[in-house]
């Protein structure tokens, strides 16, 4: 079965860099893009970053430009977002995310969640 699992997550001063990782398994990871969402308490999960199944275009939200690099590695089957001069608003769980097609359409798949928190 298909399972992501994320880690990498911690408390960080802010201006201080964390790299996060997700391990998947159960589909063939380097022929879908992937997906970082996070989801900050009170607020709707949203999505951070995202690749494409070879790793050849990224795409971030506006908020994290400049400052995160989502990357991957096909050959570990793992994907990986790289963050740096972190702020008390990246504060979050962070997930990794995948859309497999199905017979009716796209399914979405989640990790556990990572919790990163910024805070002097």
């Known amino acids: 079965q298909v399972q992501l699992v994320e880690s990498g997550g911690g408390l960080v001063q802010p201006g201080g860099s964390l790299r996060l990782s997700c391990a998947a398994s159960?589909?063939?990871?380097?022929?879908?893009?992937m997906n970082w969402y996070r989801q900050a308490p009170g607020k709707e999960r949203e999505l951070v970053a995202a690749?494409?199944?070879?790793?050849?275009?990224?795409n971030y939200a506006d908020s994290v430009k400049g400052r995160f690099t989502i990357s991957r590695d096909n050959a570990k089957n793992t994907l990986y977002l790289q963050m740096n001069n972190l702020n008390p608003e990246d504060t979050a769980v962070y997930y990794c995310n995948v859309a497999l097609p199905t017979g009716w359409g796209r399914v979405g798949y989640w990790g556990q969640g990572t919790q990163v928190t910024v805070s002097s």
């Open positions: 159960g589909f063939t990871f380097s022929n879908y893009g």
């Open positions: 690749i494409t199944s070879a790793g050849g275009s990224t």
